[in-house]
């Protein structure tokens, strides 16, 4: 089995995001690795009325940060080596978020959590997984929700 000593998380504080966060921190713990967290901020998401309201935005900014923050404290708990990147840039997708954080930071895997959607749920709702699987620059790893 390959070793992966730099493994990327996306984590959104759902219950399956925490799966996959519980899973990536074995795989660290085991493989005596570090893992950085990150988590986008989807400005689109909070969109009023075509206009970003400054409040709005600094709420989305405070609950990405204790996302991270929750998942530090998942990792001191593990004894695993960890930071965090909140990223905000707008107008991009999350899979090329992803994707970009993990190339800069040479990650050897991805690993993320996600619904299983398929066919119409997946089509109507978009699935970040699928993009981020699509453009990712190394190995991925899928966690499945319950």
Do not use: C
Not at 75 to 81: E, F, S, Y
Request: aromatic share 4%; net charge negative.
């Amino acid at each position: 089995m390959p070793q992966f000593k730099k493994i990327l998380v996306p984590v959104d504080g759902s219950s399956t995001s925490n799966k996959a966060l519980d899973y990536a921190l074995q795989m660290a713990k085991d493989g005596h690795s570090q893992v950085r967290f990150v988590h986008a901020i989807d400005e689109l998401g909070y969109l009023s009325s075509y206009e970003y309201s400054g409040e709005l935005m600094a709420t989305a900014h405070k609950h990405g940060t204790e996302i991270l923050q929750a998942a530090v404290l998942a990792a001191q708990a593990a004894n695993v080596p960890a930071d965090t990147r909140l990223i905000d840039t707008p107008g991009q997708r999350l899979g090329q978020t992803v994707a970009d954080e993990a190339a800069s930071w040479n990650a050897d895997l991805i690993v993320l959590g996600t619904h299983g959607r398929r066919g119409v749920g997946r089509v109507l709702l978009g699935s970040g997984a699928e993009q981020i699987i699509r453009m990712a620059p190394t190995a991925v790893l899928t966690v499945r929700s319950d």
